[in-house]
């Protein structure tokens, strides 16, 4: 466990503040209106110019058959399944939009089909979809080529379809395998199905399977969570991510359906990460970032040994594709200094397509300060490093006097260098193994935006 001080409790409630996880910065809670349609037309046009240069590709698919009481993600809950074919119709138009406007710039090294839930469609659309996008893009056999499976709705048949397609990695959802914890979160998921899925999908072969799970889930003890970790560690997957639950019913009001009485205490979670870590490390895995783990011969684990990961929405990932695309309802893409989003209603959704116009609700477009932030955050966040002589090269910044007063606040004493979680060099700033837990804390001191939020309930807790 990397804190075992007398003092660990005082320093838990020190750092245990409400902060973003910086999948983006700025974070989305930033994007506003004045990023319009005709903006992400501007960056559409900048982004063609770079024909040569690799694109990733995000796909939303954002239906689930019912609602988990945790989920934090965009989803729209339906059994009808004719809905996704409208939904498919509409996808192909903002698709063969998007190519068009990049005039022939198409090589995907990164594509992810994500959701809510993108087995939720039936092979016949998962084969339509792809062909769509194969249609229009190059898809790199080598790349990666990701989707986000629900084991309670995935067969057999469309994982043998996925993989002729080419996708090369699963990430399958499981949070939690005690049948109380299930019970609490309204997703009831025995661990044989788990299993066999995993099994299923290990004799087709993927190149890597990911599982996710959660702590600070409700009813969840150090005792049971030990046993999902142990039987987690037994299957052997690839990489293990576990998420620090965001408990944001301002957000997500259904997550007002979890009792607060059941979740755990801020000890009590950080008993459960830390046991996370002793799981995987015992078991032969590498802590990667923030909350994943994998296999040493893993691609993350080799880009994270080599400082080369990065960070996006589709979370962790080996590959650095300077423009995102994304598609289908909120989903978010980082074109050329910019970040653009999609709207969340199917109405509006369907709606802007029909008068040929990106479905863009609003976005953000990043200032050359930002660029600079962005960059030190996703190395902390990433390779939990910075090289200080890298911003001078990128952006023309000299590190040490632009980010004089970030640097003094975490020297400062009683701050992250004091307790021992930030390491500074002349050359760089490095997060020691006991600082990774905190390395949002770390990252908030380079963020301009977050005293603007203060006191108002924005973003999940950092512990
Ligand atoms: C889109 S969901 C997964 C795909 C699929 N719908 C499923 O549930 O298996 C992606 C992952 O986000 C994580 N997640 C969802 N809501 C969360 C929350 N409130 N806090 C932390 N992680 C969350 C879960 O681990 C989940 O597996
Ligand atoms: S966790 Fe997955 S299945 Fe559950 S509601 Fe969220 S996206 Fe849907």
């Known amino acids: 466990m990397a804190l075992t001080s007398p003092r660990a409790a005082t320093l838990l409630q020190q750092y245990d503040r409400p902060g973003p996880r910086y999948t983006s910065y700025p974070t989305a809670v930033e994007f506003t209106e004045r990023f319009d349609e005709p903006s992400y037309r501007d960056r559409l046009r900048a982004a063609a110019a770079e024909t040569g240069e690799p694109l990733s590709l995000y796909v939303h698919l954002p ?17 009808k399944r004719e809905v996704a074919d409208r939904y498919l119709d509409y996808l192909e138009r903002e698709i063969t939009m998007l190519a068009g406007a990049l005039h022939g710039r198409k090589h995907v090294v ?29 898809i790199d056999p080598l790349g990666e080529i990701a989707i ?6 995935t067969t057999e048949e469309q994982l043998r379809l996925l993989h002729s397609l080419g996708f090369n990695r699963l990430s399958m959802g499981v949070q939690d395998l005690t049948p109380e914890v299930q019970e609490a979160i309204g997703r009831r998921q025995p661990a044989s199905l788990t299993r066999d899925l995993y099994d299923v999908a290990r004799t087709i072969g993927f190149q890597s399977i990911n599982l996710d799970l959660i702590y600070g889930l409700p009813r969840q003890t150090p005792d049971t969570f030990g046993k999902t970790l142990s039987a987690v560690a037994a299957m052997r997957p690839d990489r293990v991510a576990v998420y620090s639950y965001a408990h944001v019913p301002w957000l997500r009001p259904h997550q007002k359906g979890i009792n607060p009485a059941e979740l755990p205490d801020r000890d009590t979670k950080f008993e459960l990460i830390g046991s996370a870590i002793d799981t995987f490390a015992d078991a032969g895995y590498e802590a990667i ?32 594709a300077g423009d995102m695309l994304g598609v289908g309802v909120s989903a978010i893409g980082d074109l050329h200094g910019a970040f653009a989003q999609n709207v969340k209603k199917l109405s509006t959704y369907y709606s802007s397509l029909d008068a040929g116009r990106f479905p863009i609700e609003r976005g953000y477009a990043l200032s050359a300060d930002d660029l600079v932030r962005r960059y030190v955050i996703t190395e902390l966040m990433c390779n939990f490093y910075v090289d200080r002589a ?42 020691t193994d006991r600082g990774r837990l905190f390395v949002r804390n770390i990252c908030m001191q380079f963020d301009t935006y977050l005293p603007a939020h203060d006191g108002r309930p924005v973003f999940s807790r950092t512990i």
């Not at 792809?130 to 190059?138: A, E, K, L």
């Not at 986000?148 to 709705?153: A, I, L, Q, S």
């Not at 890298?390 to 992250?416: I, N, Q, W």
């Open 63 to 79: 239906f689930c058959e019912a609602r988990c009481t945790y989920c934090g993600c965009m989803t729209i809950i339906t059994r």
């Open 110 to 138: 990164q594509y992810h089909w994500g959701g809510g839930t993108p087995t939720y469609l039936s092979p016949a659309q998962i084969e339509r979809l792809h062909g769509c996008v194969t249609r229009h893009f190059d």
């Open 148 to 153: 986000e499976v629900d084991p309670r709705v």
């Open 289 to 320: 970032g923030m909350d994943h783990f994998a296999l040493p011969e893993d691609d993350l684990a080799l880009a994270a040994r080599a400082r080369r990961l990065h960070r996006n929405f589709m979370g962790y990932t080996t590959r650095r």
């Open 390 to 431: 890298e911003t001078l090269h990128r952006f023309g910044v000299a590190f040490d006097s632009y980010f004089d007063k970030e640097l003094s606040a975490l020297s400062a004493p009683g701050g992250p260098v004091a307790h021992g979680f930030l390491r500074m060099s002349p050359d760089s700033l490095e997060v």
